[in-house]
């Protein structure tokens, strides 16, 4: 049974930091390029940043470039998110997604940047 669980979500200040993960099993993890997605209310689900299977190839939204960064731990089947100078924009709900031939989402978690 494939499962992708993130955690990590939750309230974040203006300038503060959070870090995402995501817990990958019941699939080959190491050769599945792995994405980080967000949602916020009333707007589309947008890439947020993606890694390539090896972590050797690794891009971002001009939006969170140079303050987020994605990174994979395919000994332990994780990926993660390190988001640092949060800004009330990043208010949203984060998905995890791993793509191959097959597309797999996790169910998200929320996080709310506020003061």
């Known amino acids: 049974q494939v499962q992708l669980v993130e955690s990590g979500g939750g309230l974040g200040q203006p300038g503060g930091s959070l870090r995402l993960s995501c817990a990958a099993s019941?699939?080959?993890?190491?050769?599945?390029?792995m994405s980080w997605y967000r949602q916020a209310p009333g707007k589309e689900r947008e890439l947020v940043a993606s890694?390539?299977?090896?972590?050797?190839?690794?891009n971002y939204a001009n939006s969170v470039k140079g303050r987020f960064t994605i990174s994979r731990d395919n000994a332990k089947n994780t990926v993660s998110l390190q988001m640092n100078s949060l800004k009330p924009e990043d208010t949203a709900v984060y998905y995890c997604?791993?793509?191959?031939?097959?597309?797999?989402w996790g169910q998200g978690t929320q996080v709310t940047v506020s003061s």
């Open positions: 997604k791993a793509t191959l031939l097959m597309v797999y």
């Open positions: 019941g699939f080959t993890f190491s050769t599945y390029v």
């Open positions: 890694i390539s299977r090896t972590g050797d190839i690794i």
